[in-house]
């Protein structure tokens, strides 16, 4: 059973920076894209960043691009989201996901196979 654990969620002011990290087991695949989502109160969940199972491809959404930096241990099968620069509308809970299919950032809007349960970022104004 995969399961995905986020954690370094917090509160946080404006124009600083988190670091949060995902610890994923239970996968069998031989290689995964692993990606951060983000639902903001009152909103729909939206996509933030992937990574390729190499590290080689990263895809950020507009509104994070320069902000966010995604990078994974597959030794460890840890993943990180490391966010500068949190501005108030950041404030959301952050999930860690993965995705078992072929690199294709096209699909990543509309979701990913396996979820973990979340952590909360709040960043005061």
């Known amino acids: 059973q995969v399961q995905l654990v986020e954690s370094g969620g917090g509160l946080v002011q404006a124009g600083g920076s988190l670091r949060l990290s995902c610890a994923a087991s239970?996968?069998?695949?031989?290689?995964?894209?692993m990606g951060w989502f983000r639902q903001a109160p009152g909103k729909e969940r939206e996509f933030v960043a992937a990574i390729s199972w190499s590290g080689a491809y990263t895809y950020y959404a507009d509104s994070v691009k320069g902000r966010v930096t995604i990078s994974r241990d597959n030794a460890e099968n840890t993943m990180s989201l490391q966010i500068n620069n949190l501005k108030p509308e950041d404030t959301a809970v952050y999930y860690c996901?993965?995705?078992?299919?072929?690199?294709?950032?096209?699909?990543?809007?509309?979701?990913?196979?396996?979820w973990g349960k979340g952590t909360l970022v709040t960043v005061s104004s």
């Open positions: 239970g996968l069998t695949s031989s290689s995964y894209t």
């Open positions: 996901a993965v995705d078992s299919k072929a690199w294709n950032p096209a699909q990543y809007h509309y979701g990913m196979d396996y």
